[in-house]
């Protein structure tokens, strides 16, 4: 079970909210951002499968929780069969198409996101917040930038990711997919993977890519 974080869209260069017009500053389609292993069952759901909220682990059930329907995943990389050392993950990322009265941009408790940070400009010692399905609003500091780990996903697969943050202990197992922003609320990254010391959590311009 995990967090569907929060609805994201862009408005793109040049786009123009008077008039609204799709594709320059409207979206056409909206969307629930949130990791591979929990839309996407770790590359082994299909395209169009239903997502529910609150998931089936908390009692969801089709048709009746359905919000979403599994739109784009990036696929995982595991050992086995490929060794971790030829491993080039990045992300553990998809998206959902859901419809605009099922869904909602503002995160519980931290409110609207503003922006997005490069990851040039994530620093070590930030302070970063998330709201999450298990461990509710927690905050916690980032220890580390640029770091490769090695993550297990049960059943004796194991995905070895590149230029992850890790951040002080701030999530449990069911906190995935939440955004982790910083104070005054703009994002860095989508946490995914964790352990009783520290939170792993994805750069958001390699989430954005």
């Not at 992300?91 to 859901?98: E, H, K, S, T």
């Not at 922006?115 to 999450?132: C, D, H, L, N, S």
């Not at 770091?147 to 999530?171: C, E, K, L």
């Not at 964790?194 to 390699?206: D, L, P, W």
Request: charged share 15%; proline share 6%; hydrophobic share 35%.
């Amino acid at each position: 079970a995990g967090t569907i974080a929060t609805c994201v869209y862009d408005i793109q260069p040049g786009g123009s909210t008077s008039p609204p017009q799709h594709g320059t500053g409207i979206p056409n389609r909206y969307y629930i951002l949130s990791n591979n292993h929990v839309l996407a069952n770790s590359n082994h759901a299909n395209l169009g499968d239903p997502i529910l909220q609150p998931g089936p682990f908390d009692g969801g059930v089709t048709p009746a929780d359905r919000i979403a329907s599994l739109s784009r995943f990036v696929p995982i990389t595991f050992q086995p069969p490929v060794p971790v050392a030829n491993h080039n993950n990045l992300v553990d990322a998809a998206v959902a198409a859901g419809e605009f009265h099922d869904l909602d941009r503002e995160i519980y408790w931290t409110g609207y996101v503003r922006g997005w940070r490069p990851r040039a400009g994530v620093t070590v010692g930030t302070i970063v917040q998330k709201t999450g399905r298990t461990t509710n609003y927690t905050t916690g500091r980032i220890t580390a930038i640029n770091a490769t780990v090695d993550v297990g996903y049960g059943g004796g697969r194991v995905a070895r990711f590149r230029d992850q943050i890790i951040t002080t202990n701030m999530s449990a197992g069911g906190d995935s997919g939440s955004l982790v922003t910083t104070l005054d609320d703009v994002a860095v990254g989508l946490l995914f993977a964790g352990s009783a010391v520290a939170t792993i959590v994805n750069q958001i311009e390699h989430v954005r890519s």
